[in-house]
């Protein structure tokens, strides 16, 4: 079975066709075009910005996808209709509504978190249930509890930021450019200089709020700055080893937090047989060691590429949905919704 899958629910205008082979998922195209040069200016997305961008890239994207496909070789199309920026879904949504009446085909309504964790079925297709899902984007910190294929139990949730955005908030205080995850990573040194708080949070939930006023609190004091100093100012005070030390606190400590939490997800749930992170925080090589090193074998990572927004894994959430059974929607009623829960 081939699917066209499209994704631009935030600042990544992508599509890719996927073929499903029994449980094997094969990608024939995988096209991204990232506005991130854009919103590097901004130092952060405007959603208007992001609609209008995604409107230029989709039929350039999606011409240059199908490139050597035909339309009669696609079995379905899939899309991210939730959740996201406004905007940005109803620009992925509409073209996919239409060119599944256009075409005649079945159109598959996929939500961006489970496209996040079926990222790393793009890599392996025997990946152990039960198992806890570590979503780790711009926009969710979640740990999902999977007792099989398409089951999804949130058992942990941030309480205030995500993770990607306390690296995004970060990189900013610390003058680095947007997006901060990778900014942060680059620049990070080998020194966990600055001892910064972990949060208590009750559970299995998140805090990140906190540690992004730690590192603004920590950087006044190390510059002799008063607490009231803006924090967009700081970056012009700060010399080159201070960012690097900064960064590689900050980072340590983020892993050091998600990694604990984990822990104890798995003392929750001891019959979980694998860890799945993903989203574009998953991209992170400090973090790939620091999980690799605690939890071994029983961690799965995707391919650093398919971290971030993408629509291979739009697919592959997709084929997985599709062989359970699920139903098509309609293509002239398909809504959008910028927010809703994983189910
Ligand atoms: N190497 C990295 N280290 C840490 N963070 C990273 C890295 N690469 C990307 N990020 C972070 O990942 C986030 C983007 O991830 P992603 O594209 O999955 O999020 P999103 O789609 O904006 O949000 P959501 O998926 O929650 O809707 C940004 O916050 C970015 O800073
Ligand atoms: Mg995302």
Not at 64 to 92: Q, R
Not at 132 to 146: D, N
Not at 303 to 314: I, L, S, Y
């Amino acid at each position: 079975m081939k699917i066209l899958a499209i994704e631009t629910s935030c600042d990544e205008t992508a599509a890719a066709v996927v073929e499903g082979v029994d449980e094997d998922l094969k990608i024939l195209s995988n096209v991204v075009v990232s506005q991130v040069d854009i919103f590097a200016a901004y130092g952060g997305v405007i959603p208007e910005v992001a609609a209008r961008s995604h409107l230029e890239a989709m039929m350039p994207v999606l011409d240059k996808t199908m490139e050597g496909i035909s339309w009669n070789e696609i079995d379905a199309i899939a899309v991210t209709h939730t959740p996201g920026l406004l905007g940005s879904l109803l620009i992925g949504t509409l073209t996919a509504r239409q060119l599944a009446i256009l075409h005649n085909k079945p159109l598959y309504a996929i939500h961006h978190l489970k496209s996040h964790i079926y990222a790393n079925w793009l890599e392996s297709n025997n990946i152990a249930f039960p198992l806890l899902a570590l979503v780790i984007s711009g926009g969710h910190t979640q740990i999902i509890y999977m007792k099989g294929h398409n089951q999804f139990e949130i058992v942990g949730t941030t309480r205030d930021d995500a993770v990607g955005e306390c690296f995004d908030k970060v990189a900013k205080i610390l003058g680095l450019p947007y997006p901060g995850g990778p900014s942060i990573a680059k620049v990070a040194s080998k020194n966990n200089k600055y001892k910064l708080p972990h949060p208590r949070v009750e559970g299995l939930d998140f805090s990140f709020s906190g540690l992004k006023t730690a590192v603004l609190r920590a950087v006044q004091k190390e510059l002799g700055l008063p607490i009231s100093h803006p924090s967009h100012d700081l970056k012009n005070y700060l010399n080159k080893q201070q960012v690097a030390d900064f960064a590689a606190s900050f980072q340590r400590t983020a892993i050091e937090i998600l990694a604990e939490k984990m822990e104890q997800a798995l003392t929750k749930f001891p019959e979980a047989k694998s860890i799945v992170v993903s989203g574009g925080v998953s991209a992170n090589e400090e973090l790939r060691k620091v999980f690799k090193e605690k939890f071994g074998d029983k961690v799965y990572f995707p391919e650093p590429k398919f971290a971030g927004d993408n629509a291979a894994m739009v697919g592959a959430a997709a084929y997985y949905e599709i062989l359970a059974g699920a139903k098509s929607v309609d293509p002239c009623y398909l809504d959008i919704m910028p927010r809703s829960k994983i189910n």
